[in-house]
């Protein structure tokens, strides 16, 4: 069982920072393509931020220049850094490691969920 385990949401007034963490087990994290994906209630999970296994990084425009994600090799974790929250980031936000390549067995998996809450 691979589990992503995620930590840092919290209550944070508009205008403030927030970072996530996501550890990943070092046996998948190296080839992984790494993203951050939210839910807020009512709404459908969307892709916030990813990072290919180079490093390679893509925002949701709603995020563009107020989040940054990076990955951690020698903690095999990724990170989200998220400033200048808005009330309308308020969401579950979720880890996923995923490879769809044709090396290895192609997988999917996903952290429990970690609830961000911005205030007005």
């Known amino acids: 069982q691979v589990q992503l385990v995620e930590s840092g949401g919290g209550l944070v007034q508009a205008g403030g920072s927030l970072r996530l963490s996501c550890a990943t087990p070092?046996?998948?994290?190296?080839?992984?393509?790494m993203g951050w994906h939210r839910q807020a209630p009512g709404n459908e999970r969307e892709l916030v931020a990813g990072?290919?296994?180079?490093?390679?990084?893509n925002y949701a425009d709603s995020v563009k220049g107020r989040f940054t994600i990076s990955r951690d090799s020698a903690e095999n974790t990724v990170y989200l850094q998220m400033n200048n929250l808005k009330p309308e980031d308020t969401a579950v936000y979720y880890c996923?490691?995923?490879?769809?390549?044709?090396?290895?067995?192609?997988?999917?998996?996903w952290g429990q969920g970690t609830q961000v809450t911005v205030s007005s």
């Open positions: 996923n490691a995923a490879y769809r390549g044709s090396f290895y067995r192609p997988y999917d998996y």
């Open positions: 070092g046996s998948i994290f190296s080839i992984s393509h």
């Open positions: 990072i290919t296994s180079t490093g390679s990084a």
